[in-house]
């Protein structure tokens, strides 16, 4: 394993004050695993993993990053808000593997006192599913990772995992149940008891309107927005409940000059009643 001192190369979100005692970022590297699972890489407030499993028939391989945060760390969702390094993965140089999709468990919304952002304070598996060029043939996964970690001050963390992927593999019960629980995890897709309603711009341009039906009129909802480059939402309020429908305001923050919201779509995931569910809107 090797280990050196970077800089940060990526421009964190507006508001987001990036400092640590000794260095800003920290790379390492591991050699490639015979197995499943990568050794754990370990940084100040936690540890991260890889871990994958056997492909399927069609050459669909699901694995999760595993974030093993310390108490007190914390680590960001995939839209963080005013502030917040959000994890990425790259998958460049990686062996019979042409696709990844990254996924992320609903998050909860903090307040720490100088922000409010969207992420996790516990620890956190985010699922990965690869696609194989050649269906049945061993890969090896190249992945380089990129996330924020932080306390009272944040890391911007980067690592490189080179993990070999074999049809053959027997991955281990706690492996299995590990990429299963957080790939069941994830939201659910809209359907008739929790969807969207209606969306569309208030009068004034300057916000997002969203009324969500959901499964329980007394449940505390929650919406969570990821908008188009460029675009800065404020916290979505809730501006009533008729029955089951509650309609939120997302005030837009910040916008490309000249642009409208007309026509883009956004990604939307609403919580409501230990439930979440996610999809993309096309605003009218």
Same mark, same amino acid.
């Given at each position: 394993m090797t280990q050196k001192v970077i800089a940060d190369p990526r421009t964190p979100k507006r508001g987001l004050l990036v400092a640590t005692a000794l260095s800003c970022g920290l790379i390492l590297s591991i050699d490639a695993a015979r197995a499943a699972s990568s050794d754990w890489v370990e940084t100040e407030g936690g540890r991260i993993r890889l871990t994958a499993l056997a492909p399927d028939e069609e050459g669909t391989i699901r694995a999760v990053l595993d974030v093993d945060l310390l108490p007190g760390w914390k680590t960001y969702w995939r839209d963080p808000g005013d502030a917040g390094v959000p994890p990425s993965v790259g998958i460049d140089g990686s062996t019979n593997i042409k696709g990844l999709k990254l996924e992320f468990p609903p998050p909860e919304r903090v307040d720490d006192g100088y922000s409010i952002? &969207?992420? %996790?304070? %516990?620890?956190? @598996?985010? *699922? =990965?599913? #690869?696609?194989?060029?050649?269906?049945?043939? @061993? $890969?090896?996964l190249e992945a380089d990772v990129f996330l924020g970690i932080c306390e009272s001050i944040c890391i911007p963390f980067q690592t490189h995992f080179s993990v070999a992927i074999d049809a053959d593999h027997e991955p281990s019960g706690f492996e299995t149940? #590990?990429?299963?629980? &957080?790939? @069941?995890? =994830? *939201?659910? @897709? *809209?359907?008739?008891?929790?969807? /969207?309603?209606? $969306?569309? #711009? +208030?009068?004034s341009q300057d916000a997002l309107v969203v009324s969500v039906a959901h499964p329980d009129p007394n449940a505390e909802t929650e919406v969570f927005l990821t908008g188009p480059s460029g675009w800065y939402f404020d916290i979505p309020e809730n501006t009533g409940n008729d029955g089951e429908v509650s309609t939120f305001r997302i005030p /837009?923050?910040?916008?490309?000059?000249?642009?409208? #919201? +007309?026509?883009?779509?956004?990604? =939307? =995931?609403?919580?409501?009643?230990k439930r979440s569910m996610e999809t993309q809107i096309r605003i009218p």
């Amino acid at each position: 394993m090797t280990q050196k001192v970077i800089a940060d190369p990526r421009t964190p979100k507006r508001g987001l004050l990036v400092a640590t005692a000794l260095s800003c970022g920290l790379i390492l590297s591991i050699d490639a695993a015979r197995a499943a699972s990568s050794d754990w890489v370990e940084t100040e407030g936690g540890r991260i993993r890889l871990t994958a499993l056997a492909p399927d028939e069609e050459g669909t391989i699901r694995a999760v990053l595993d974030v093993d945060l310390l108490p007190g760390w914390k680590t960001y969702w995939r839209d963080p808000g005013d502030a917040g390094v959000p994890p990425s993965v790259g998958i460049d140089g990686s062996t019979n593997i042409k696709g990844l999709k990254l996924e992320f468990p609903p998050p909860e919304r903090v307040d720490d006192g100088y922000s409010i952002w &969207a992420g %996790y304070t %516990y620890p956190v @598996a985010f *699922p =990965l599913t #690869l696609t194989q060029e050649r269906p049945g043939e @061993a $890969s090896v996964l190249e992945a380089d990772v990129f996330l924020g970690i932080c306390e009272s001050i944040c890391i911007p963390f980067q690592t490189h995992f080179s993990v070999a992927i074999d049809a053959d593999h027997e991955p281990s019960g706690f492996e299995t149940r #590990l990429v299963e629980k &957080a790939h @069941a995890g =994830l *939201p659910e @897709a *809209p359907g008739e008891e929790f969807r /969207i309603v209606d $969306s569309g #711009l +208030s009068d004034s341009q300057d916000a997002l309107v969203v009324s969500v039906a959901h499964p329980d009129p007394n449940a505390e909802t929650e919406v969570f927005l990821t908008g188009p480059s460029g675009w800065y939402f404020d916290i979505p309020e809730n501006t009533g409940n008729d029955g089951e429908v509650s309609t939120f305001r997302i005030p /837009i923050v910040d916008s490309p000059e000249g642009q409208s #919201l +007309s026509g883009q779509s956004v990604q =939307l =995931l609403v919580k409501a009643a230990k439930r979440s569910m996610e999809t993309q809107i096309r605003i009218p």
